[in-house]
T-cell receptor, first 111, second 111 residues
Framework: EAQVTQNPRYLITVTGKKLTVTCSQN?????MSWYRQDPGLGLRQIYY???????DKGDVPEGYKVSRKEKRNFPLILESPSPNQTSLYFC??????????FGPGTRLTVT | ELKVEQNPLFLSMQEGKNYTIYCNYS?????LYWYRQDPGKSLESLFV?????AVKQEGRLMASLDTKARLSTLHITAAVHDLSATYFC???????????FGTGTRLQVFP
């Protein structure tokens, strides 16, 4: 089954404690993206990757890092999380033309 | 900077009625996507519109794209309760891989 998986699905952490949200896809897609969703703001792109070792900033990259060492994985790293990073995060993958496939989401709370 | 605006932001409609959601964007693009999101769930692709004049239909939903007017519409015919969800349009910025989402239209269909 074609899918995008994210882990963890829920996370409560404290300010400053480094964390990683993993994302993996099994469709051999070149493109992968991370988004955050906040009430009233829709989805905003954090980072995207066009292929292995190729990444670029989206609209809200501050406070986040990503890496793309393998085609199937695209982890999101928060080196020093802050409360304003409390949000719902989605990973997505796609071919670059047709629709994006979204993961189930990770709800992050930073206290 | 590409901006994507959806109207209305909230729509409450009676079963059996017709209505249209509008998606306006501010710069050149020829790729537009519509997604559906149920409460607490991920995003599901509805339509991919890749050229001017493109029209796609699935069940009671029909989407169209006018790249000259920078406008896409999502038309709902004879609404049913199962269509209650939040609908997002998203536009791919020209010559980049950035996907910009509208803020979403929350649709509620009541008997």
């Amino acid at each position: 089954e074609a899918q995008v998986t994210q882990n963890p699905r829920y996370l409560i952490t404290v300010t400053g404690k480094k964390l990683t949200v993993t994302c993996s896809q099994n469709m051999n897609h070149e493109y992968m993206s991370w988004y955050r969703q906040d009430p009233g703001l829709g989805l905003r792109q954090i980072y995207y990757s066009m292929n292995v070792e190729v990444t670029d900033k989206g609209d809200v990259p501050e406070g986040y890092k990503v890496s793309r060492k393998e085609k199937r994985n695209f982890p999101l790293i928060l080196e020093s999380p802050s409360p304003n990073q409390t949000s719902l995060y989605f990973c997505a993958s796609w071919t670059g033309t047709y629709e994006q496939y979204f993961g189930p989401g990770t709800r992050l709370t930073v206290t | 900077e590409l901006k994507v605006e959806q109207n209305p932001l909230f729509l409450s409609m009676q079963e059996g009625k017709n209505y249209t959601i509008y998606c306006n964007y501010s710069t050149t693009s020829d790729r537009l996507y519509w997604y559906r999101q149920d409460p607490g769930k991920s995003l599901e692709s509805l339509f991919v519109l890749l050229s001017n004049g493109a029209v796609k239909q699935e069940g009671r939903l029909m989407a169209s794209l006018d790249t000259k007017a920078r406008l896409s519409t999502l038309h709902i015919t004879a609404a049913v309760h199962d269509l209650s969800a939040t609908y997002f349009c998203a536009v791919l910025t020209y010559n980049t891989d950035k996907l910009i989402f509208g803020t979403g239209t929350r649709l509620q269909v009541f008997p």
